[in-house]
């Protein structure tokens, strides 16, 4: 069975920092583009930063870009999402997603997510 399992959320300080992983047991991983999104409560979901499959092009929502930095180890079949210097409004459950050879720039193209992992930052 396909799965995205996140883990790596908790709790955190402002300003401080934290690191999301996304383990995939898909047999073609390299072959999806990964996305993490996040929603927080009474907000629509939103998709923070996006690696493609080919190459490893990223892209980021304005609100994380030069904090938040979007990786891939396709040897271990995971996506990382680094969080620096973590404001309160990143507070969210994460969620990551994959897209099957997609440009990932729109959610209908993610077939696969994972159950999400709290991100709770204090100020």
């Known amino acids: 069975q396909v799965q995205l399992v996140e883990s790596g959320g908790g709790m955190v300080q402002a300003g401080g920092s934290l690191r999301l992983s996304c383990a995939a047991s898909?047999?073609?991983?390299?072959?999806?583009?990964m996305g993490w999104f996040r929603q927080a409560p009474e907000k629509e979901r939103e998709r923070v930063a996006v690696?493609?499959?080919?190459?490893?092009?990223?892209s980021y929502a304005d609100s994380v870009k030069g904090r938040f930095t979007i990786s891939r180890d396709n040897s271990k079949n995971t996506v990382y999402l680094q969080m620096n210097n973590v404001k309160p409004e990143d507070t969210a459950v994460y969620y990551c997603?994959?897209?099957?050879?997609?440009?990932?720039?729109?959610?209908?193209?993610?077939?696969?997510w994972g159950q999400g992992t709290q991100v709770t930052v204090s100020s």
């Open positions: 690696i493609t499959w080919t190459g490893g092009t990223t």
């Open positions: 997603a994959a897209a099957f050879a997609s440009s990932g720039r729109y959610s209908d193209e993610y077939s696969l």
């Open positions: 898909i047999f073609t991983f390299s072959s999806y583009t």
